[in-house]
């Protein structure tokens, strides 16, 4: 949030509210004509942090506004298509360009380049330490990152422990001690969503 951004509507508040307490409010915003065609719709309470708050990091959100257009129905939205393929006809959602094994759809969700095979989306070294493991694992920066842990792979209901989760904008290379990843069988995978 920054000077450059445009405030669409205000809401005040006044009654007093009990300690874990809440209120719903419901808005209707017209974006401007002259909105760029993808832009992010910032929600945020108490902007003027006039309510004493121990954590006010969770006060606003933003939300990806005219970018998730996807006119050809593949699940790809026709930006991304157009920044990586020229058009949103040349990008086949199961396509892998880039021979990474990774197919332009999840590319998209993992936000890494397509067309690059040194970008993935994946766990890149397992290093033995002292009472544990460090993993290390790549990706991109738009999407969410879970580092997930398993006692079996395969069986029917596999059950993944998420162990870490990198919110966005997470950093292209990240690393974990597991101070369990010891003296057992254990299986790892790094899985990413994007909103």
């Known amino acids: 949030m920054d000077g450059q951004d445009t405030q669409l509507r205000s809401q005040s508040h006044s009654q007093t509210l009990a300690v874990g307490s809440s209120y719903q409010v419901t808005n209707t915003v017209t974006i401007p004509a002259n909105a760029p065609p993808s832009y992010y719709l910032i929600v945020n309470a108490d902007d003027q942090n006039a309510v004493f708050e121990a954590n006010e990091s969770n006060n606003w959100r933003a939300f990806g506004v005219g970018q998730y257009r996807d006119a050809d129905g593949d699940g790809i939205p026709d930006w991304w298509e157009e920044q990586y393929f020229g058009s949103i006809t040349n990008c086949a959602p199961d396509a892998d360009p880039d021979g990474d094994g990774m197919p332009n759809l999840l590319e998209y969700l993992a936000d890494t380049n397509p067309t690059n095979a040194l970008s993935v989306l994946r766990i890149s070294r397992i290093v033995p330490e002292a009472n544990g ?46 101070l369990l990843g010891t003296n057992r069988a254990l299986f790892y995978r790094v899985r990413a969503v994007r909103e």
Do not use: C, H, K, M
């Open 133 to 178: 493991l460090r993993l290390e694992w790549q990706g991109g920066a738009q999407a969410r990152q879970f580092l997930e842990r398993s006692r079996s792979v395969g069986a029917a209901g596999t059950n993944w422990l998420t162990i870490y989760t990198n919110n966005p904008p997470s950093p292209l290379q990240t690393n974990l001690f597991d």
